[in-house]
């Protein structure tokens, strides 16, 4: 019998999204066990939530071993600070945006403790992911990690972050329409082969979330399926051994922006914008992405930031050279060819870019 990858798999063994949760912490820590941990902030975070996490873990008789603020993803500062954490730690806990959560996920890994993730944003699904991001050689780079041990998300935290956090991470969740449809092409194709609960699991995570009913994107509700939608997509991601169920056409073309883009924007912005227009080329769900992404207000959002349509041109083509062992629909040139004519064709896009 062939071995699968799902012989094993890693879950959070605590999910606690919900408003409050910040001062929580510590019970929720207690719960689980761990008794010391280390903290690392991202910046500016000590003076904004540093009372209410230590308060909150000394209530609980956590001891902290040592906090600081941490921003570099350069991956020697991180393993040099990973191998310099105090040898009675139990747990690396990261509160903050991507990349402090990354620097924490990534020194648990190679230090073989327990991670706590702790978003201050709802930007993407990467505080629920499996991989860090990190800069080797002046350039970003996915570098394997473990599932967080825990996700801890405030939602009146969350709630008072720039908005534009939001409207990223509203992005990378529609995106998985879009990469579970390139995901079955692949397979269609031969040159790929769908896990089908971890399908299952990315398929019922955007769903819920772009059902979810709202009166404004800060509603409680909407930001709890927004967490807990991008939390499933990593458990999804862990399924299936790889990030097909929740990455596809959309992302490589986010990924070559970031390398060409004078001025790149959040990832889920760019994220977002490719995974309408890929709706359009794979001519599957459009109109429910067009839906989300007015009536949230993303495509107003996104109408401000000056787009360049010569760079998404420029990335199309680019696409494929980003993950070559892959076959989505960009890796086609006719679908190539498709995308860059209707950047100038669809008009929801020509709103976009300006055309």
């Not at 041990?149 to 879009?178: C, Q």
């Not at 999804?236 to 169920?245: C, F, K, Q, V």
Request: glycine share 8%; with cysteine; proline share 4%.
């Amino acid at each position: 019998m062939k071995q699968k990858h799902n012989d094993y798999i890693a879950i959070p063994a605590c999910m606690k999204v919900e408003n409050g949760a910040l001062a929580k912490i510590g019970f929720y820590l207690k719960e689980s066990g761990i008794r010391t941990a280390v903290l690392f902030f991202g910046n500016g975070l000590i003076e904004l939530f540093g009372k209410t996490v230590m308060e909150s873990l000394g209530d609980a008789g956590i001891q902290v071993l040592n906090y600081q603020e941490f921003d570099s993803v350069h991956l020697k500062d991180v393993t040099d600070l990973a191998f310099h954490l105090p040898g009675q730690a139990q747990a690396v806990i990261g509160i903050g945006g991507g990349k402090v959560i990354d620097v924490a996920k990534y020194c648990g890994f190679l230090r073989k403790l327990p991670f706590i993730s702790v978003p201050t944003s709802a930007s993407s699904d990467g505080f629920s992911s499996a991989s860090a991001s990190l800069l080797i050689d002046g350039k970003r780079n996915s570098v394997p990690a473990r599932m967080p041990y825990g996700i801890i998300a405030d939602t009146a935290v969350i709630k008072d972050a720039p908005v534009r956090f939001l409207y990223s991470g509203i992005g990378d969740m529609a995106s998985k329409i879009t990469a579970l449809y390139d995901w079955q092409f692949e397979e269609d194709c031969g040159h790929a082969e769908v896990n089908d609960f971890a399908m299952m699991i990315a398929k019922k995570a955007v769903n819920s979330f772009v059902r979810t009913p709202f009166q404004s994107i800060k509603d409680d509700l909407f930001l709890k399926e927004l967490l807990d939608s991008l939390a499933m997509s990593g458990v999804a991601n862990e399924i299936a051994g790889n990030s097909a169920p929740t990455s596809g056409s959309e992302h490589l073309i986010s990924h070559a922006l970031d390398k060409i883009s004078d001025a790149p924007q959040l990832h889920g912005i760019q994220v977002g914008v490719a995974t309408y227009l890929m709706s359009l080329v794979q001519n599957h769900r459009s109109l429910r992405i067009h839906t989300i992404f007015t009536d949230t207000g993303f495509f107003d959002y996104v109408e401000t930031l000056g787009l360049s349509i010569r760079e998404y041109e420029t990335a199309i083509d680019l696409a494929p050279s980003i993950k070559p062992f892959r076959r989505t629909y960009l890796h086609l040139p006719e679908y190539r060819k498709t995308a860059k004519e209707l950047l100038y064709t669809d008009a929801a896009l020509k709103r976009v870019f300006h055309v």
